[in-house]
């Protein structure tokens, strides 16, 4: 294959976060979810420069690299980078694969969002990754193209997850993502989503809780298999919902979710403390966001009662975040 070379010396890109509308854990087992891109981003910037024996170098303070650095031949030949620095190793090793080029690179993040808040940070960082990447050679990959790569990126290094996350860090807006083969993702039309998004102030983990629940799903196959159906049904409902801005019904669904969720061991005392705490102010519905044991919970709620609400909340010391929701996908700054 003909080696491709830089257009640019240096590219600037960033992605969103994303939250879980409703779907989450029922998306991995070839379900459908709602998915929302937020208005925080992660910014990557990539840098070529010529070089005998190329080498990648990683700067990203949010995941502790100061100046990592690999040889890029090793990376794309044993493909055994583990660690921190192994979504955008995977990202570069797949890209080298198809696009062969013989530069250094230099790749520093930089975050609106901490890595600790369950935003997704390791999809936006392979989704900038591989758009950096098309862009930085002038390579036009299509957002299609970007995420069939970018799966198989995180499968590479995690060994699992939806691609939902992904399909949001690319696309941006709200989405139906459907995890069938092939992968469908359908941008949703939603003038407004009243949101409110609170840290629960614990970080979780997102692979341990996908493997406790495929656990669960395994040893009780007449219990928990249910329970993600009637989660898909919730994902079925919602849509409509969503989409006619029918707030009471979106919010009696998403406290369904959550309830079942809760069932699946996912819930944490803080989650529940928040939904319970926000359902009492007269929210539409409040539920976890995300693989659970920590991280965000969602609220939909009336702007007239957003104020009352989020001083409730801060008063009892979770964090509101001001992140708005619908943000754009994957784009060069
Ligand atoms: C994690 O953000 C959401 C899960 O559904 C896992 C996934 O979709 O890969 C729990």
Not at 55 to 79: C, F, K, M, R, Y
Not at 121 to 140: C, Q
Not at 282 to 287: E, F, I, P, Q, R
């Amino acid at each position: 294959m003909p080696a491709v070379s830089p257009v640019h010396s240096r590219v600037k890109v960033s992605a969103p976060g994303k939250l879980f509308l409703l779907g989450e854990h029922a998306i991995v087992y070839n379900g459908i979810c709602l998915i929302t891109a937020v208005d925080s981003r992660l910014y990557m910037t990539l840098e070529a420069h010529p070089a005998d024996e190329p080498t990648l170098t990683i700067t990203a303070p949010a995941v502790g690299l100061d100046h990592w650095q690999h040889s890029i031949d090793e990376i794309v030949h044993s493909n055994q980078v583990s660690g921190p620095a192994s979504f955008i190793a995977s990202c570069v090793a797949l890209f080298h694969r198809q696009f062969p080029f013989d530069v250094s690179l230099k790749i520093e993040t930089a975050s609106d969002f901490a890595a600790t808040l369950g935003l997704g940070s390791s999809s936006a960082t392979v989704a900038t990754a591989l758009f950096g990447l098309s862009s930085l050679f002038g390579v036009g990959l299509s957002h299609r193209q970007l995420f069939d790569m970018g799966v198989e990126a995180i499968q590479q290094v995690q060994h699992l997850g939806s691609g939902a996350d992904l399909a949001a860090a690319i696309f941006g807006g709200t989405l139906y993502y459907a995890n069938h083969t092939p992968r469908e993702i359908i941008p949703l039309d939603i003038p407004t989503l009243p949101l409110m998004v609170v840290y629960s102030g614990q970080k979780a983990g997102t692979v341990n809780y996908v493997q406790q629940v495929r656990q669960l799903h395994d040893s009780l196959p007449h219990i928990v298999p249910p329970i993600i159906e009637l989660m898909l049904t919730i994902v079925e409902e919602g849509r409509p919902a969503l989409e006619k801005t029918d707030w009471p019904r979106l919010g009696q669904l998403m406290n369904i979710q959550h309830g079942l969720l809760h069932a699946i061991g996912v819930d944490t005392a803080s989650l529940a403390d928040i939904v319970f705490q926000a359902r009492a102010s007269g929210a539409y519905g409040a539920k976890l966001s995300g693989a659970g044991g920590g991280d965000c919970a969602i609220i939909l709620v009336s702007p007239a009662k957003h104020e009352l609400l989020t001083e409730t909340l801060t008063d009892a010391g979770y964090q509101v975040l001001p992140l708005s929701v619908n943000a754009v996908g994957v784009r060069l700054e």
